[in-house]
């Protein structure tokens, strides 16, 4: 839960919009407008600002897992967030930066709000999934998210991100795609120790649609040589998830620094006053003195290859697959 920017104009309208409208695709484009106003320097600055006073935020070890984020808000119902995609030293936009998947019951808006935008594809929900590990999919929507435009992952919709030529920020909402009685138990300080133990019981009595939770094992899936296989979601994130610690924390500030540098962040105060403090972690003391300076903070770029056998997914080749 992120809530201190609860009483800002722009985060009370969504949450008002969230609260009265129970068809949350209805609650998804009424928030659109109010999204591209988020994307503005002015609001930017202040969800910064406050990302830094956030003593979980500023003090968090990321994993790249992850992508680089500031939070916007968080409620049981919906989040908010800028997400910070580095681009890739190659520069090849032809190569997918991560496997096709589905983001289970949540619905996505995704606003790019700062560079160039990403090629991406979705597909069909129906999946056949055959026990050699192939799998059946169909190819619905291939097209360029470009700056300015929004764009909406249905729940359960499985859709592929190729590359970024240069650093892209998206402010992206999600919510469930149904208002349910449980959504509030997720954070609940008497149901987190015990998840573990209920997502098992909800598992084995294959309750997770009606709860909303995610499937047991969730399925990713890739293109090699013209056919379309799965992987195991926790296969496919696991060497990333393991990767921890001060560098990859040191990478990811160096990301969000970067883009609010170029987006033109300017406030020395704020800054000094970050600076002055004892505590601050290390990646801060490092990149928040260049938004004094304004001396250039170098573009972090990502991962050039990804963790299934052929180590990449050309677009061509994700095109053949699904044109047979
Ligand atoms: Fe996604």
Aim: proline fraction near 5%.
């Amino acid at each position: 839960m992120f809530e201190p920017l609860k009483n800002h104009p722009l985060v009370s309208r969504i949450i008002q919009f969230s609260h009265t409208l129970d068809d949350r695709m209805e609650f998804h484009e009424k928030s659109h407008e109010v999204m591209r106003s988020m994307g503005e320097l002015e609001f930017l600055s202040t969800v910064f600002e406050t990302n830094l006073k956030d003593e979980g935020f500023l003090k968090r070890s990321w994993s790249n897992y992850e992508i680089p984020f500031l939070y916007v808000f968080e409620n049981n119902h919906f989040y908010l967030k800028f997400h910070i995609f580095p681009p890739v030293k190659s520069g090849d936009t032809q190569k997918a930066a991560n496997i096709i998947h589905h983001h289970n019951n949540y619905i996505l808006s995704s606003y790019t709000s700062f560079g160039p935008g990403y090629h991406t594809c979705h597909f069909g929900k129906e999946i056949i999934e055959h026990e050699d590990g192939t799998a059946e999919m169909t190819l619905t929507k291939d097209f360029f998210h470009a700056k300015g435009h929004i764009n909406v992952v249905e729940s359960w919709e499985p859709h592929i991100v190729f590359n970024m030529a240069s650093t892209t920020t998206t402010l992206v909402l999600w919510s469930p795609d149904k208002k349910l009685v449980t959504d509030g138990l997720r954070n609940h300080p008497l149901v987190k120790p015990f998840k573990r133990m209920i997502l098992l019981v909800i598992h084995a009595l294959n309750l997770h649609k009606s709860v909303g939770v995610a499937p047991k094992d969730v399925k990713q899936y890739y293109v090699q040589d013209g056919k379309v296989l799965s992987i195991k979601e926790a296969d496919y994130f696991g060497t990333y998830k393991e990767q921890v610690g001060d560098e990859v924390t040191m990478n990811y500030v160096q990301a969000i620094c970067h883009f609010v540098q170029q987006m033109g962040y300017k406030n020395d105060a704020f800054i000094s006053e970050m600076l002055s403090r004892d505590d601050l972690p290390k990646a801060w003391r490092n990149w928040l003195p260049f938004l004094i300076s304004d001396e250039e903070i170098p573009t972090l770029y990502g991962k050039e290859e990804i963790n299934i056998p052929k180590k990449e997914i050309r677009i061509e080749d994700l095109r053949k697959a699904f044109a047979s």
